[in-house]
């Protein structure tokens, strides 16, 4: 599964998400220009670019955070509007944000079910089922291989446990695709490895990921393929394989036009 | 494999994180506070430790405390309703009009709660649908109500119940088992509050919407429909203390509830209920209640002139902000 070589023709296949001519703009502010392009199952993606190059509003249309001003979303062939997150998450795409997007107040069991609690008893007598969702989160984080416990409040955690908290999350319902915003920017080096590994392992099981970092080793680590944005447009969709990252670093600037 | 020494260990981990985390809430300290003033006073004043005094101090915090626990919901949410004490005003009118009709008693209680819930319902949507600012719209209210109350009363004083009137006054104003209706009110309502806060998703989403909105929002939680229901609760409470008071007073003026707000914040804050969203309980807002009233009423004994029981509140509501802060910083 994770040893593909050949992107082209995995692209054969039906893909598990289309973007077509994918625009958005604020105002008079154009963010994200004509975007087009496909994830398959499995496959996973590093999104790269600048700072204000359209990396996070895509994310967020992808997420059903923004409607697009223009343009089509397709999941296997079928077309979608996503207009609020629980769209987009019943749809399999799931979403780590970039500040994770977690209640400090809240345990981490609870933060993981927030906005899909278990519950027991029957009618209007519906209460939560707290103990499953505390073993169900525990055996999440030790899939995960983390030390976060489920009881514990957000509030008190590491930079590390809070992303295991926020990954865990992702994997409650059968997602497909996981868009992972920035997941290694606040967590130390042996903790970046430890999402690296997580990464691999959701590929391993079939799940789609697309990367968006700033950092090139991390991209070039796991990524099958790799997108460049720049000023809103895709300026490289290629194979990893085929890139560097002299080259990635170019198109980022603008050094290089087009790859 | 899982070997009995890691088990013990993880156990002894959560029962210090269970101990740490039941120290560092608020309620509890104020517990203590209380219960140190109660023995001082005991000791100070012969007539604070009786019987009678006790179920007066009780009666008086009930009335406050049953809109402090609606107030903790609203403050979890990082809301604030200061349209508590008109709310109360107007549904204690509405209720006394109906009443002093002719109405039997259970029109009088369903138009006065009613009246409460219109004015948490124009408050919720407001705030929850039109994102307009907690402070202004509840102070908006807080002015109408009041207005509302007075155009609705004509100014008139009601004191004459109709024909249930002996049932509606034994209601606000009788007792079971020793325990005034009100108290019995108030720990009825701070149990169910308590219980939805800690075993219900809605609790947990109140509780979310405080801590991180944008967070509750992207998992899905029903951000507007539960700021709407802590303001709907706010005014509820309202309106079940309104309707109490009135029946124990006998009487009802377009004045009721005049400045409650404060002491129902009050009470809220010193039970540990925090500005900043995420952080009150149940028993915090009870407790904070009493602890104001003993206060008064400790201070009363002494025989502290009356005229400086604000500034004693007030100086107890900054401590209890300050102490939040300054433990806020050392976790840090």
């Known amino acids: 599964m994770s040893t593909e070589t050949h992107q082209e023709d995995c692209a054969l296949g039906e893909p598990f998400l289309e973007l077509r001519c994918i625009h958005k703009h604020f105002g008079a502010i154009q963010a994200v220009k004509s975007v087009s392009f496909t994830i398959s199952p499995g496959e996973v993606i590093g999104l790269m670019g600048d700072n204000g190059a359209g990396k996070s509003t895509l994310v967020n249309i992808m997420a059903g955070n923004y409607p697009p001003s223009g343009g089509e979303i397709y999941m296997e062939g079928k077309r979608v509007h996503f207009s609020k997150p629980v769209h987009a998450r019943k749809n399999g795409i799931e979403v780590v944000y970039q500040d994770l997007a977690l209640c400090d107040h809240l345990s981490a069991a609870h933060n993981v079910f927030l906005g899909q609690e278990l519950k027991k008893g029957f009618g209007p007598f519906r209460i939560l089922d707290s103990e499953t969702m505390y073993t169900v989160a525990g055996d999440l984080f030790r899939e995960l291989k983390s030390e976060t416990r489920p009881r514990d409040l957000v509030r008190e955690m590491s930079g590390g446990q809070r992303q295991a908290v926020a990954i865990a999350r992702t994997r409650l319902n059968s997602a497909r695709l996981i868009l992972m915003d920035e997941p290694t920017a606040a967590i130390s080096v042996r903790q970046v490895s430890e999402v690296m590994e997580l990464i691999k392992r959701l590929q391993h099981d079939g799940i789609a990921v697309l990367l968006i970092s700033h950092r090139m080793p991390d991209v070039f680590a796991v990524s099958e393929r790799i997108i460049v944005l720049r000023r809103g447009q895709i300026v490289a969709d290629k194979p990893i394989a085929c890139s560097s990252p002299e080259e990635v670093t170019g198109l980022i600037t603008g050094a290089i036009e087009r790859a | 494999m899982v070997d009995s020494a890691v088990i013990t260990e993880e156990v002894q981990k959560q029962g210090s994180t269970l101990l740490q985390r039941l120290l560092r809430r608020q309620a509890l300290w104020v517990t203590v506070a209380l219960i140190v003033i109660c023995i001082l006073m005991g000791f100070l004043s012969d ?270 509501i900054i401590l209890a902000v300050l102490l939040e802060r300054i433990r806020h910083r050392r976790e840090e």
């Open chain 2, 47 to 316: 007539s604070f430790a009786t019987v009678e005094n006790f179920s007066n101090v009780t009666l008086n915090f009930s009335f406050i405390g049953i809109i402090a626990v609606g107030m903790t919901a609203v403050i979890i949410t990082r809301g604030i309703d200061l349209s508590v004490g008109s709310v109360m005003g107007l549904s204690g009118v509405v209720c006394g009009l109906v009443l002093a009709s002719g109405a039997p008693i259970e029109a009088g209680i369903a138009a006065g709660l009613l009246s409460a819930l219109a004015c948490g319902a124009v408050n919720g949507y407001l705030i929850a649908f039109l994102n307009l600012s907690p402070f202004v719209v509840t102070l908006g209210m807080l002015s109408i109500a009041r207005s509302l109350a007075l155009v609705v009363s004509n100014n008139k004083m009601f004191y004459e119940f109709g024909p249930d009137e002996d049932i509606f006054v034994e209601m606000g104003g009788g007792s079971l088992l020793g325990v005034s209706n009100p108290t019995w009110a108030l720990l009825i309502l701070a149990l169910i509050f308590g219980f939805m806060l800690n075993f219900t998703a809605w609790g947990r989403h109140v509780i979310a919407v405080g801590s991180n909105e944008q967070a509750a929002r992207l998992t899905g939680v029903p951000v507007k429909a539960v700021k709407m229901s802590v303001y709907l609760l706010s005014s509820l409470t309202a309106g079940i203390s309104a309707i109490m008071i009135v029946g124990w007073m006998g009487a009802v003026t377009n004045a009721l509830g005049m400045t409650y707000e404060l002491r129902v914040i009050a009470s809220a804050v010193i039970g540990g209920a925090d500005l900043m969203g995420g952080v009150g309980s149940a028993f915090g807002a009870v407790i904070g209640a009493a602890l104001i009233e003993i206060i008064r009423n400790g201070l009363l004994m002494a025989g502290v002139d009356p005229y400086w029981q604000g500034a004693f509140i007030g100086i107890f």
